[in-house]
């Protein structure tokens, strides 16, 4: 990879390999994302809060850190932000609500913890649609996200601000939330990768600790992982699930492992619009070239709903009911074109459909978005990537395997009213 490459939209490792042995200092790439937010959050409206004088010390913990030889892995000295529905100590958290404009928790999160341990660094926090009560990312007490690509769509939600600012390079990867696809749906909206892993493999715990939450909710949201490419969302994933025994940088390697995925089911159900097929037919041109065995599924959405008497149930048997002749399965995350600003305001709070996405909040499964081309209007399209619950390495291994046969390579939005160049 060429030395010059933009650093507002470098992979992680490249640029945590330079800061590694010395040829970026994190205090560096710390300055340009804090640049960067400065000059485009007045349009996007990506961060609710930036810490830029917490990130200022942590960078230069790191560069400390790092040049006495001790290093973290991949994330340390990595510029990071968390959607403001984590508990962050002494820093408010606001889930976007106006009587949590001034909530300030005493303790971290687990995952800003665990981001922490890693050495990653916190720009901010991101705005977010409110209460995560939606998926349009409109509704904000600090006012709605704005949609990189085109200030007339939604950028989705409810982490919209955290698919914003990674698009737009703001930070290198989110730790977002997923109930019914709030993480997946505005990642596929603004052309940038999510993760959402089996239930309970990331700890939610401080998650507006000590407000009241719905019961239904706890048992389905997610915690998350949003960055630009696969590899940077593993990168992060792996050192959330144990960042203090693993070794981080097998994450990349075992993503170049021999393809674990063998056979594919298409599903045949989802919800689509007539503007929806097309590009995930471009999709699927290109899985068939990929020497995978494909056969058609369906998926039984309409057991998944927010009464969750029978969750466990359903969950226990999910595994052999859906993935019994299949390894993994591929569909759209979105059910339609994203929507404009005022149709969304016509249609409410969940214009962005979850008809794609709920299932696997519902059955627990691990499910990534990543993007999948463009739709006619030149906006971004996603496709997920499911596989049975505890595959979490399947998954992201055949998502990369894709991303790796098609070439792909990320793609920032450039859009003049934005303030992009």
């Known amino acids: 990879m060429s030395e010059h490459i933009d650093l507002s939209f470098a992979p992680i490792a490249f ?10 200092a994190s205090i560096e790439l710390v300055e340009h994302c804090l640049r960067r937010i400065s000059a485009l959050n007045r349009s996007l409206n990506a961060f609710i809060t930036v810490t830029a004088e917490l990130a200022r010390k942590q960078a230069r ?3 400390s850190e790092m040049r006495a030889g001790h290093w973290r892995g ?6 990071v932000a968390v959607k403001d529905f984590y508990d962050t100590a002494g820093i408010r958290t606001t889930a976007a609500f106006d009587r949590f404009e001034n909530r ?11 981001l922490r341990d890693a050495g990653a660094v916190l720009v901010g926090k991101t705005n977010m649609h409110k209460l995560g009560m939606g998926t349009t990312s409109l509704e904000s007490h600090f006012g709605p996200v704005v949609n990189p690509w085109s200030v007339r769509h939604v950028a989705g939600g409810s982490s919209g601000g955290s698919a914003a600012a990674v698009a737009a390079g703001l930070c290198f990867a989110t730790i977002d939330t997923d109930a019914v696809g709030s993480g997946r749906l505005p990642a596929a909206i603004c052309g940038v990768t999510c993760h959402k892993p089996t239930f309970g493999v990331l700890s939610t715990a401080g998650i507006l600790a000590g407000e009241t939450t719905d019961p239904a909710i706890l048992v389905l949201s997610h915690p998350c992982v949003t960055a630009r490419g696969v590899e940077d969302v593993a990168l992060a994933f792996e050192l959330l699930t144990d960042a203090s025994t693993r070794d981080a940088a097998s994450a990349v390697h075992r993503l170049h492992a021999p393809l674990p995925v063998r056979r594919l089911g298409v599903v045949t159900n989802f919800a689509a619009s007539a503007d929806t097929t097309p590009p995930f037919e471009e999709v699927m041109a290109r899985v068939a070239s990929m020497e995978i065995e494909t056969r058609e599924i369906r998926v039984p959405f309409e057991a998944a709903s927010f009464d ?26 979105l059910a339609a074109p994203t ?9 409410g709070e969940m214009a962005v459909s979850p008809s794609n996405t709920f299932f696997c909040n519902y059955f627990g499964l691990p499910a990534i978005s990543i993007p999948g081309g463009v739709d006619k209007e030149g906006l971004p399209f996603g496709v997920q990537f499911v596989g049975p ?12 395997a894709y991303q790796r046969h098609v ?11 934005i303030g992009f160049s």
Do not use: C
């Open 339 to 347: 929507p404009t600003v005022d149709d969304a305001r016509t249609h």
């Open 308 to 333: 969750v008497s029978g969750i466990e149930r359903d969950r226990a048997g999910i595994n052999a009911s859906l993935f019994g002749d299949v390894d993994a399965i591929v569909l759209p995350t």
């Open 407 to 417: 070439n792909w390579r990320y793609v920032p939005p450039q859009r003049a009213n």
């Open 74 to 79: 991949p994330l340390h000295g990595v510029p």
């Open 104 to 114: 300030l928790p005493s303790q971290d999160a687990d995952m800003v913890a665990k």
């Open 389 to 400: 619950q505890g595959d979490d390495a399947r998954v992201l291994a055949l998502a990369r």
């Open 15 to 24: 640029v945590s390999a330079r800061m590694r042995d010395g040829r970026l």
């Open 61 to 63: 913990t790191a560069d």
